[in-house]
T-cell receptor, first 110, second 115 residues
Framework: GQQVMQIPQYQHVQEGEDFTTYCNSS?????IQWYKQRPGGHPVFLIQ?????EVKKQKRLTFQFGEAKKNSSLHITATQTTDVGTYFC??????????FGTGTRLTIIP | SAVISQKPSRDICQRGTSLTIQCQVD?????MFWYRQQPGQSLTLIAT?????????ESGFVIDKFPISRPNLTFSTLTVSNMSPEDSSIYLC????????????FGEGSWLTVV
């Protein structure tokens, strides 16, 4: 079936360091979305990317959609303790069902 | 965006019992979904709740185990039947909203522990 993989599964960084999570699909995505889930919370929508090669920024967060629309990345510059959580990518494979990636759990070492 | 309320937020359930989770949305929405998130795992779609017709279940999920109701465009319920410890999960109601028409918004989840 259609799967969306993320790496790494876990990432521990010192506060102030950068962080990147990568999302990969075996087939082309019509669009990709990113969600953040704080510990004990529910997933919260961050952003959607639709166009091939698209790059969007939200303050310290930079999101990219690959040229082939099969991969995406989320980069956080100068992490803060508030960035702690699990980051999920999720993609549509041309239908109405959103498939979630495996997630990357980010922990920050103060 | 949409504001989604789920009840209960948490519960501890006895093995073999059933529990119904309620989901209320503050606006009429066409698409409502139920997801399951097992501890430390990603989100898995259980079913799409269709207003006025039976829910559409994903592979591995059946109506007898997870009956769903959708009486109107703002409300849905998910029942977890004959629970076992393997059903201990977060159950999340979600809707499609947003200007693009395909952003998923989640309720706060119902954290179920089966003992």
């Amino acid at each position: 079936g259609q799967q969306v993989m993320q790496i790494p599964q876990y990432q521990h960084v010192q506060e102030g360091e950068d962080f990147t999570t990568y999302c990969n699909s075996s087939t082309t995505l019509s669009n990709i979305q990113w969600y953040k889930q704080r510990p004990g919370g529910h997933p919260v929508f961050l952003i959607q990317l639709v166009k091939s090669g698209e790059v969007k920024k939200q303050k310290r967060l930079t999101f990219q959609f690959g040229e082939a629309k099969k991969n995406s990345s989320l980069h956080i510059t100068a992490t803060q303790t508030t960035d702690v959580g699990t980051y999920f990518c999720a993609g549509y494979f041309g239908n109405e069902k959103l498939t979630f990636g495996t997630g990357t759990r980010l922990t920050i070492i103060p | 965006s949409a504001v989604i309320s789920q009840k209960p937020s948490r519960d501890i359930c006895q093995r073999g019992t059933s529990l119904t989770i309620q989901c209320q949305v503050d606006s009429q929405v066409t698409m409502m979904f139920w997801y399951r998130q097992q501890p430390g795992q990603s989100l898995t779609l259980i079913a799409t709740a269709n207003q006025g017709s039976e829910a559409t279940y994903e592979s591995g999920f059946v109506i007898d185990k997870f009956p769903i109701s959708r009486p109107n465009l703002t409300f849905s319920t998910l029942t977890v039947s004959n629970m076992s410890p393997e059903d201990s999960s977060i159950y999340l109601c979600s809707v499609v909203a947003g200007s693009s028409g395909n952003t998923i918004y989640f309720g706060e989840g119902s954290w179920l522990t089966v003992v």
